[in-house]
């Protein structure tokens, strides 16, 4: 069964820094791209970045271009998203999401991230 | 960036009737390789979003058959052929052709009457 499973949220004053993490079961980790997705309170799904299979290249919104640093380590089956600079728009659930077929064949249950002072 | 737009923004349904979902794209969703990056999202309330349909009209593993996806080019449809209770929940589009970035529609709110 695939299983993504994220953590690292929390409540983190603006212009701090919070890494989140997802591990992964259940699939050949190393075989798919990966993505970070967000959603603010009571809104909608919004890309944040995206992760070739071996990390060799990464893409990102502009919202958070500079900001926000997806990284993996396939060894461990890791999926990682540091943020920085963090302001009360990024505060949302982040949802880890596989890339079979594209991306959102499988999801994490998300983390909630609290951007406040 | 492709601005997804669906329609109806809430749909409100009886059980056992059918329901359909447009979601039209800014541009073709039409890939230089033929495949069109078009799928389909069910989140039930207090849940993850789960994928139902990819590229335009195939069903993931364990979705129902009442579930189908049409479309081309810059218009696309999810239909579900007879509502039941558990399909309640925010249902979005996205596209995955002309990324970054991935774009999703605003969401169309399903609801039992």
């Known amino acids: 069964e695939v299983q993504l499973v994220e953590s690292g949220g929390g409540l983190v004053q603006p212009g701090g820094s919070l890494r989140l993490s997802c591990v992964a079961s259940g699939f050949t980790f190393s075989s798919y791209a990966m993505h970070w997705v967000r959603q603010a309170p009571g809104k909608g799904l919004v890309w944040v970045s995206r992760?070739?299979?071996?990390?060799?290249?990464?893409t990102y919104a502009d919202s958070v271009k500079g900001r926000f640093t997806t990284s993996r380590d396939n060894a461990k089956n890791m999926l990682y998203l540091q943020m920085s600079s963090l302001r009360a728009d990024d505060t949302a659930v982040y949802y880890c999401a596989g890339d079979k077929d594209g991306l959102g064949d499988s999801w994490g249950q998300g983390t909630l991230v609290t951007v406040s002072s | 960036d492709v601005v997804m737009t669906q329609s109806p923004l809430s749909l409100p349904v009886t059980l056992g009737q059918p329901a359909s979902i447009s979601c039209r794209s800014s541009q073709s969703l039409v890939h230089s390789n033929g495949k069109t990056y078009l799928n389909w999202f069910q989140q039930r309330p207090g849940q993850s979003p789960r994928r139902l349909i990819y590229k335009v009209s195939n069903r993931d593993s364990g979705v129902p058959d009442r579930f189908s996806g049409s479309g081309s080019g810059t218009d696309f449809t999810l239909k579900i052929s007879r509502v039941e209770a558990e399909d309640v929940g925010v249902y979005y589009c996205?596209?995955?052709?002309?990324?970054?970035?991935?774009?999703f529609g605003q969401g169309t709110k399903l609801e039992i009457k």
């Open positions: 996205m596209q995955g052709t002309n990324w970054p970035p991935y774009t």
């Open positions: 992760i070739h299979k071996d990390g060799s290249s990464t």
